[in-house]
């Protein structure tokens, strides 16, 4: 099959570049709820893409269908409306009729702006939980849309609901607060939803009288996303528990919030294998807490049904076998009665992969149990991937539609991938705190601990004087990383000794060899790397501002064109790879491919240049005329090319190993 990828949502938010300080960090915490967390890199996530649209208003692009639904948000405010060209920008964008507008109102001048009829969600951006309520309201309307496709007029019907699975408030004397605990939190999570967009299953309120009270609880599960309030008792009452496996039977959203106070003797052990959020109050529960709480049962209920959509879709295309039955969280031993009562051997899962010693208890039953990255991918034991990822400018990056968190998110993807199968990445950057070299070492440590990966996979190459700044404490980086990584400090080539007085610090900037050195320095990293590298994976990467003779990025391409090395290159996340895959496309050369632009952008380049030579006209013309090898047909590496989806470049990457190396599936 090669049908294309089409993700099943994704989410634009826009808003005008006056109002950064209030929407910028809101988009940033959605991106974290809605994708991958850098912090926990083999957690469940949701992934779905998600793209911007701010800055200059004459360099705002359309919001183009980019999935089965997409979703735009519009912040509107006084600096919007008072803007003509945003106003006419949002105007004329919120009548796109394939495209779901739900408008997000500011403050009260937003009522002079043409919103076709649309509702829109009003918040109070001055209040201290802006962020959550704001998120919380997101996350829902990607619900509603995403999944019950809700028709004119239906609006609550299509409210998410959350079943409220609580202990019983008692009614004998004498009883201590905290054996209430489950109770009123329960009580006030209700109270909280009453007043949202959302619907709750409460069974002192919603059971109808005359009904039976077993029956109205249990048929109201399989439609709700199951709450468990995990008090010291909740384990050993009974209803808990029927209601608990009733939610498991039904392969519902289930998240638990634990407020055990003091000690079980027993907790129900098949209450494992979710999300859990640990709340601690002593008389009632805090704001934040119930936000909290909420915000965990819409993010599980994305992620729980997204990914089946996700797997469906990668069935349809073949990136999956289709005889594979999808399930929406990791396998667990419960799950192995229904495998076995419906004959089911093949189990595709979201990512990541379970533990080793988890996974055993299935090959005991020869079941075939998968995350859709282990689908025809071959095993690249014995094989290094060179990876250039640089970010773009912020203004690139808002160009593009995307922040630098989506490029953070695409770097651990594939670190995980190339790693998981057997893979080692050869990669040269500094060592700054949160920067990528730093990422990648927590991503193989992890991975080693949870695949039981064997030796080092990470060879890391450091040019002077990086490694020797007084910032970076280089032993304490080693000690820490020694166990998954080779961290090789590249001294200087003898050519620029002689300008060095002190090998243990950086020239001073104001040293008239200054740049020279570096950029020697950095070429002698980039050629050693490319000598170490089967292959090379390119993302990003600056035009202006970098250390050496020409923006990194275009010397390690330039460097593996010339060393006949495959690349693989990603131009959808913006930079200078986006430049060369324009390039090879339009056979147009790009102006920051100039001598002349190079010199107007970067201050001194000009004076640098009489000390050596940048042949920016032969490298171009050399990646211009370069026929790109790389497993890929001429329509693949177009996709790869201007894909700005992290798992459609993934698949393709590895679909080209596949054709280098020999198509096996993954072990």
């Not at 005359?210 to 439609?223: R, S, T, V």
């Not at 590298?533 to 593996?560: F, K, N, Q, R, T």
């Not at 895959?581 to 790009?590: A, E, F, Q, S």
Request: proline share 4%; charged share 25%.
């Amino acid at each position: 099959m090669n049908e294309k990828y089409v993700p099943p949502v994704s989410i634009f938010f826009i808003w005008h570049p006056q109002d950064d300080n209030i929407i910028y960090p809101l988009v940033k915490n959605c991106i974290k709820k809605l994708s991958h967390c850098s912090n926990a890199p083999f957690s469940k996530s949701v992934d779905i893409p998600i793209f911007i649209r701010t800055g200059n208003a004459k360099n705002l692009k359309k919001i183009n269908k980019k999935s089965e639904t997409t979703i735009a948000f519009y912040f509107l405010s006084k600096h919007l409306v008072a803007d003509d060209v945003w106003r006419e920008y949002v105007e004329t964008e919120i009548q796109e009729k394939d495209i779901v507008s739900i408008p997000i109102s500011l403050d009260a001048h937003t009522t002079n702006i043409n919103l076709q009829k649309k509702n829109k969600i009003s918040l109070n951006y001055r209040s201290d939980s802006f962020n959550m309520e704001a998120t919380i309201r997101i996350l829902h309307e990607t619900y509603r849309w995403l999944l019950s496709t809700p028709a004119e007029g239906k609006g609550k019907d299509h409210a998410l609901k959350i079943f409220l699975s609580h202990t019983k408030k008692s009614h004998h004397t004498g009883e201590e607060p905290h054996e209430q605990r489950g109770f009123i939190l329960a009580e006030s999570l209700k109270n909280a939803i009453d007043h949202s967009p959302m619907k709750s299953f409460f069974d002192m309120y919603d059971i109808g009288i005359g009904n039976e009270f077993d029956k109205d609880m249990l048929a109201n599960i399989p439609e709700s996303t199951f709450l468990a309030i995990h008090c010291d008792e909740y384990s050993s009452r009974y209803w808990c528990q029927t209601e608990f496996l009733h939610a498991k039977s039904h392969f519902v959203p289930i998240v638990a919030v634990d407020i055990a106070n003091d000690f079980e003797d027993r907790r129900f052990p098949y209450s494992s294998n979710v999300p859990c959020i640990y709340v601690n109050f002593e008389s009632s529960p805090d704001h934040m807490d119930i936000l909290r709480i909420l915000e965990a049962c819409l993010i599980e209920t994305i992620r729980f049904n997204y990914s089946k959509l996700q797997l469906e879709t990668y069935k349809k295309i073949g990136w999956i076998d289709h005889d594979y039955y999808v399930l929406s969280r990791p396998p667990e031993a419960l799950d192995l009665l229904f495998f076995l009562k419906e004959n089911r051997k093949k189990i595709v899962y979201p990512d990541p992969q379970i533990y080793e010693n988890e996974r055993k208890i299935f090959d005991e039953f020869e079941m075939d149990i998968r995350t859709p990255f282990n689908f025809k991918r071959q095993t690249l034991k014995g094989r290094k991937i060179g990876l250039s990822i640089s970010s773009p400018s912020k203004d690139d990056f808002i160009l593009n539609g995307q922040i630098e968190a989506n490029l953070v998110h695409l770097s651990e993807q594939i670190t995980k991938q190339i790693l998981s199968n057997g893979g080692t990445i050869i990669y040269g950057g500094d060592l700054r705190e949160n920067g990528y070299t730093r990422l990648m070492f927590e991503e193989a440590k992890i991975a080693k601990d949870r695949l039981k990966i064997k030796g080092k996979n990470i060879e890391s190459y450091i040019a002077w004087p990086r490694y020797c700044k007084s910032e970076i404490d280089l032993a304490s980086i080693k000690a820490d990383s020694i166990t998954v990584a080779t961290i090789e400090e590249c001294y200087p080539p003898e050519s620029v000794m002689t300008h060095i007085k002190d090998l243990d610090a950086p020239l001073p900037i104001n040293d008239e060899n200054y740049r020279l050195v570096n950029s020697i320095c950095l070429t002698d990293v980039r050629e050693k790397i490319v000598q170490r590298h089967d292959v090379a994976i390119c993302i990003g990467g600056v035009h202006s501002g970098y250390s050496g003779s020409m923006p990194g990025i275009l010397e390690e391409i330039y460097l593996s064109v010339k060393n006949n090395k495959p690349l693989y290159l990603l131009g959808g996340f913006g930079g200078l790879t986006k430049n060369v895959c324009d390039m090879i496309l339009t056979k147009i050369i790009p102006k920051e491919f100039t001598v002349k632009w190079q010199i107007d952008k970067n201050e001194g380049y000009s004076k640098f240049l009489e000390k050596i030579e940048v042949d920016y006209e032969n490298i171009a013309t050399t990646l211009l005329n370069h026929e790109i090898k790389n497993g890929l047909s001429i329509e693949d590496n177009k996709s790869l090319f201007e894909t700005q989806f992290v798992d459609e470049a993934i698949h393709l990457i590895f679909k080209g190993l596949n054709v280098l190396y020999g198509e096996n599936d993954a072990i």
